[in-house]
Every structure is written in C-alpha cells, then in structure tokens.
C-alpha cells in the first residue's frame, strides 16, 4: 500500500489550460520533492521543501509553482500548460538527512 | 560537484542470464549514501538499497547483489539468473547530505530488458 500519493495518474489537457498536480504522504515526512521525468529516463529536481512554508526552486528550471500549507501536502501547479511540459512527474519525501526517498506513482502529463 | 554515470544505457539479455548494472560516483565529501531505484513500466520508483560510506560490506539479497568498492568510486548491481519481471529502468544515485538538505543525485539510468 503506497504511502505517497500522487493524482492523477495521467492527464491529457489542452493548451492554455491551468492545472494541479496532487501529492499527499502519510509518513509525516518533513521533506518533499517534485522530479520531472523526461521520455530519455533522466530525472530532473524541479522544486523541494525541507517543510511547512519552505519551497526551493530544483536544479531544472520549471515555470510550475509549488506550495506546501501542511506538511502532507506539496501540490504543483502550472498556470498555463504548453506541449513542453508533457511529461511524467515523480513527488517523493524523505526522513531526515540520511534516508532516501519514497516516491509516488508519478502523473503521466500530456498537453496538446 | 556531484556526480552519478551509468554509462550503460540499454542492457537486453535473455533469461536466466546474469547481469550487471554499472554505477560510479563523485563526491568530495567523506560521509554519503549510495542507492539503487527500480522503475518497472509502470512508471513508480522502488527503493532497492541504501548504503553508507562507511560500510564496504557487499551485499546480497536474493537474485540481488551489490558491490560497493570506495577506490574505484563504483556501486555496481548484479542480478543473477534474471527473469522477465526484471525488466525495468533501474536508477543509481548518491546523497550527500550538507545542512538541512537531502538532495539526491540520480544517475541517467540504465533500462534493462529480459527476453524470455
């Protein structure tokens, strides 16, 4: 039973459109993080937070936008969706410093 | 900097053979964790192993083994007599946690395919 949770699994949408992806995790995890995942496999840091309040921008630049209100909860939002942003994105938490990541199913976007 | 190479982009081998997946890492720090991920078609990542610097120890685990050599910088995983359900995209990636973050860096990903 996953204990992150990310909705929707795929999403096809047109153009212009805004859309949130979900991310939820029952682990009490106090760090968060959004991967995007290109069709060459590479996975790239778009955005984190170390917790309640704190978001970071990732080592890839993304015109998505991140919050995180309650500590369960590290929705992304793009304003206005482009084909460029098809992709698969990955929401992940860890514990403290030392411990990898626990990752969701990831959303399967597509904008036409 | 930080760095992962999986040099190896597409592996394709026939059932039951053995395989191994290359891994090797930079880092200038002395304290870091080493990892393998598994993303089979359907798309999640699973965790696979989690090692510390400090712990040279190989480790097996089923079909599953790991070796982990500091002078070479390597964390290779082997699978032995490999079946179809191994196919998959599996991810090396390193962390070296400084501060209050825990970034990890992921390797580019090897897809492994296991023909019947």
């Known amino acids: 039973e996953a204990d992150i949770y990310q909705t929707p699994r795929y999403l096809v949408i047109g153009t212009g459109k805004k859309i949130t992806l979900e991310c939820s995790q029952t682990m009490g995890h106090d760090k968060m993080y959004w991967y995007q995942q290109d069709p060459g496999m590479e996975l790239h840091l778009i955005h984190y937070s170390y917790g309640v309040n704190s978001t970071e921008k990732g080592d890839l630049s993304s015109e998505s936008t991140v919050s995180r209100i309650r500590t369960e909860h590290f929705p992304l939002t793009l304003e206005s969706a482009r084909p460029s942003h098809t992709s698969q994105y990955l929401c992940?938490?860890?514990?403290?410093?030392?411990?990898?990541?626990?990752f969701g199913s990831g959303t399967r976007l597509t904008v036409v | 900097a930080q760095k992962v190479t999986q040099a190896q982009t597409e592996i394709s081998v026939v059932e039951k053979e053995d395989v191994t997946l290359d891994c090797v890492y930079e880092t200038r720090d002395t304290t870091y964790y080493l990892f393998w991920y598994k993303q089979p078609p359907s798309g999640e990542l699973v965790f696979l192993i989690r090692r510390n610097s400090f712990d040279e120890q190989n480790e097996i685990s089923g079909r599953y083994s790991w070796n982990f050599q500091k002078s070479t910088s390597s964390f290779n995983f082997t699978i032995t007599a490999s079946q179809v359900v191994d196919s998959a995209v599996y991810f090396c990636a390193l962390s070296a946690p400084r501060g209050a973050t825990n970034k990890l860096i992921f390797g580019t990903g090897t897809l492994l395919a296991v023909q019947p």
């Open positions: 992940a938490s860890s514990w403290g410093k030392n411990y990898g990541y626990t």
